[in-house]
């Protein structure tokens, strides 16, 4: 919503400029006309001169969207694959094993072994019991990205590898990356990396045990809730038995999306590529996206001039869970920001100057919010 000016302020509750700025100033705030205040800043103000405020929201055009998209009818719910990020300490093998298990994407093979660096991977594997499995990998360079997301309340994934290497055991970042699942509310799954190496006897892994229960991840082989699935990204052990057990408790979350209908989803990352201009990797988190479709992302706009998949792929068409690279946008999207298909290019064009706007304020009110403190550093 778009924030209060004093210029605002004065013109709803008549109070001269110059007094509302004299009152924060005695409040230890510098502030000009143009400054924006929060709004309980702004009652105060006005219950100085006996006014009672009444604040209200004002919705953007991306918050209707998001609401209507709330509030839209289902139309094809069904079960999905689930996504999940690796976490774990540095060297601990998180990068050799996403690749490893990148190797056995059955879809990597039809598309002749080429993956391309899209932020995520939808990896499908054929399991014991000959059902495929599909899980869906965001790659993230660890704990910074996530947390960062997670801090935008854009958590997009659904459940989190924890990569421990079986040589070194539970380390500063293993721990903080139990943590920041454990703040997320995601189920972890415990990767016992390296089981190749000989030191990984039977003795170092009861002793990782004690150290994983110790921090709330007490095993199954203990009788405890945390499958600790021993791999080897070197030689390919386990990756398999990984893989199908984050099928399995993909299946106990019960994750459904709805695969009909426009789609909504999320921003990985998005840079200039020469020639395409902007592209955004996103994840669809529901519905279908269509080339030609008219698209908001954020502080961007446009019509999908054309997507690609993980495989680097043209596709014309996709749905949930499905990471893409999309082009046909004017802006760069922030990694978080959601993205919503309108229909009509006025829409996500008015939806996309609206984030701007809002956006222009805050970097507006961030400039001008000065504190005495700083103030008189700059005297
Ligand atoms: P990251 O920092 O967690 O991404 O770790 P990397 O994937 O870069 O791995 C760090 C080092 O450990 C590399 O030299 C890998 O070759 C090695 N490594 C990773 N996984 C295994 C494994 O299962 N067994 C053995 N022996 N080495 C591994
Ligand atoms: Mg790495």
């Known amino acids: 919503a778009e924030p209060i000016t004093i210029k605002s302020l004065s013109s709803a509750t008549g109070i001269k400029t110059a007094d509302i700025i004299k009152y924060l100033f005695k409040q230890g705030v510098m502030a000009t006309i143009n400054s924006a205040i929060d709004t309980e800043a702004a009652m105060e103000v006005a219950l100085e001169y006996d006014i009672e405020l009444e604040v209200r929201e004002q919705q953007t055009a991306i918050d209707k969207l998001k609401e209507a998209f709330d509030k839209r009818e289902r139309i094809d719910v069904r079960p999905r694959p689930p996504v999940a990020t690796v976490l774990g300490h540095v060297d601990h093998g998180k990068t050799s094993l996403l690749d490893r298990i990148r190797k056995e994407d059955v879809a990597a093979h039809e598309a002749g072994g080429i993956t391309q660096h899209i932020g995520a991977y939808r990896v499908t594997i054929e399991g014991s019991e000959g059902a495929e499995k599909t899980v869906v990998f965001l790659d993230t360079p660890g704990h910074e990205a996530f947390t960062s997301m997670r801090a935008r309340g854009a958590n997009m994934t659904d459940l989190v590898v924890l990569v421990v290497a079986a040589d070194d055991g539970v380390m500063p ?10 703040a997320a509310g995601v189920p972890i799954i415990v990767a016992l990396n390296k089981i190749d190496v000989p030191q990984a006897t039977s003795d170092n892994i009861q002793k990782i045990y004690g150290q994983l229960a110790e921090h709330g991840l007490n095993p199954v082989e203990w009788g405890g809730e945390t499958e600790v699935i021993k791999t080897s990204a070197e030689k390919g052990t386990g990756v398999t038995d990984l893989l199908e057990v984050l099928d399995y408790q993909a299946e106990l979350l019960e994750l459904t999306a709805d695969f009909g209908g426009p789609a909504a989803g999320r921003v990985i990352e998005a840079e200039m590529q020469p020639g395409r201009g902007s592209v955004a990797r996103v994840l669809v988190q529901s519905g279908q ?16 001039r054309d997507m690609t998949d993980d495989h680097g792929r043209q596709v014309l068409e996709a749905g949930p869970a499905t990471p893409l690279e999309i082009s046909g946008i004017d802006d760069l999207p922030d990694a ?3 993205f919503y298909i309108t229909t009509t290019l006025q829409a996500a064009e008015q939806a996309a100057s609206q984030f701007r706007e809002v956006e222009r304020h805050q970097q507006l009110a961030s400039k001008t919010k000065v504190t005495l403190d700083n103030f008189a550093d700059q005297l």
């Open 173 to 182: 970042q293993t721990i903080e990356s139990i943590n920041h699942a454990k």
């Open 336 to 338: 978080g920001d959601g």
């Open 289 to 304: 996206i269509k080339v030609g479709d008219f698209i908001v992302i954020g502080r961007a706009y446009g019509r999908v």
